[in-house]
């Protein structure tokens, strides 16, 4: 089985950049479409972005396009955030995805990692 862990949040100014990654151990994370998503205090979790493994097409929400980037290092088995302009409202718990689609369906999640922006 996969495990997902998200690396690399913290407290940063409005304005400021994180990158979060996302370490798999237990298969090979090129062979899976990965997506992040975020939950804020009080809400449910929702979409950030996704990387694809067919074409290796993106697609992000609107609320963070043009700010955020998702990206693969193979050689790590990692899979990147990276958040840029970052706003107050980017502030919650973001998740690490992984799914390998098929006759046989998995789907893994990391634990979460804090982002907090201040202002």
């Known amino acids: 089985q996969v495990q997902l862990v998200e690396s690399g949040g913290g407290l940063v100014q409005a304005g400021g950049s994180l990158r979060l990654s996302c370490v798999a151990s237990g298969g090979t994370l090129s062979r899976y479409d990965v997506a992040w998503f975020r939950q804020a205090p009080g809400s449910e979790r929702e979409f950030v972005g996704d990387?694809?493994?067919?074409?290796?097409?993106?697609a992000y929400a609107d609320s963070v396009k043009g700010r955020f980037t998702i990206s693969r290092d193979n050689a790590k088995n990692t899979v990147f955030l990276q958040m840029n302009s970052l706003k107050p409202e980017d502030t919650a718990v973001y998740y690490c995805?992984?799914?390998?689609?098929?006759?046989?369906?998995?789907?893994?999640w990391g634990q979460g990692t804090q982002v907090t922006v201040s202002s």
């Open positions: 995805r992984a799914i390998l689609g098929g006759t046989r369906f998995l789907d893994y």
């Open positions: 990387l694809r493994v067919s074409g290796g097409t993106t």
